[in-house]
């Protein structure tokens, strides 16, 4: 089965909040390499203006990855989990993430694009917090190979 | 911050990557595919061996620049294009570089341009941060 061209535009509701927690903050960051003290020490990020430890840049992946699990459980998806490359990733932040946060995703497809057997689907997951303002947006590309039924 | 001119270097490092590490990161990032952390799987997809997360480049790579910004609040946009991979050795692991170099400056925000190699190739394309100067 391809894919669905017409899951474009869908329909796709929040996901239920993510709360972050300072340990898992700081799980994350030493699995990225990240040592500096903003990720792991509340009072280095306080010094910088924030409530608790700063989120590496890249957790926001924790919270898209819900968004696209919604996408790959839509019956109709035509995608198969094992067909899937990740081929571009991109992230527009209004403020980092922070320990504290309850964030939610909103996910929405932006595009497909055949190219060859594959298709080319761009994804956009829009973070927001408990206020409803804006944290970042996530882009992927996913490759989707048709392989076999 | 001092001013930037195209082409300085503000940071550069090398981590070492185990298959801890790639365990580690799939814990901390809940990405549990098994192509990262089982060889006999990685071989039944075709693939050269067991290889990092793309996304444990890519968060490490942008890692390299947080210090020298002193706030990570200072990035505004992070992207790249995933284009080869990091096969991690069980015995030997790998090793990926980070280059980081200022790509274009303007009033308000400089790009700052990551050159990421694992074994003389470049795994990431187009690894391209936007920050705030100020």
Same mark, same amino acid.
């Given at each position: 089965m391809p894919v669905n061209p017409e899951l474009v535009g869908r329909d796709f509701p929040p996901t239920s909040p993510y709360l972050v927690g300072r340990e898992k903050v700081r799980e994350f960051a030493r699995a990225v390499f990240? =040592? =500096? *003290?903003q990720h792991t020490d509340p009072v280095a990020a306080q010094a910088l203006g924030y409530p608790d430890v700063v989120a590496p840049p890249t957790f926001a992946i924790v919270v898209q990855e819900q968004t696209l699990q919604q996408l790959l459980a839509q *019956? =109709?998806?035509?995608?198969v989990l094992h067909n899937v490359l990740h081929a571009e990733q991109r992230f527009a932040y209004t403020r980092p993430i922070v320990a504290g946060d309850e964030l939610t995703g909103r996910l929405a497809v932006t595009g497909i694009r055949m190219l060859g057997g594959n298709a080319m689907v761009t994804s956009e997951s829009v973070i927001t917090d408990a206020s409803g303002a804006h944290v970042v947006t996530a882009t992927s590309v996913l490759v989707v190979g048709e392989g076999e039924e | 911050m001092t001013a930037l001119a195209v082409g300085d270097v503000i940071a550069e490092r090398t981590v070492h990557l185990t298959r801890e590490s790639l365990v580690r990161y799939a814990g901390a990032s809940g990405d549990f595919n098994a192509i990262h952390y089982r060889d006999d799987v990685a071989a039944s997809v075709g693939l050269p061996g067991v290889l990092a997360h793309g996304m444990l480049t890519m968060g490490l790579a942008v890692q390299t620049i947080v210090p020298w910004l002193g706030d990570a609040g200072r990035i505004l946009e992070y992207g790249v294009r995933f284009t080869r991979p990091v096969v991690v050795d069980p015995e030997s692991g790998a090793e990926v570089t980070v280059l980081a170099k200022v790509g274009a400056v303007d009033a308000e925000t400089a790009r700052i341009d990551l050159t990421v190699t694992h074994a003389g190739t470049t #795994?990431? #394309?187009?690894a391209q941060v936007r920050i705030r100067l100020a």
């Open positions: 990240a =040592d =500096d *003290p *019956p =109709d998806s035509g995608i | #795994v990431l #394309v187009k």
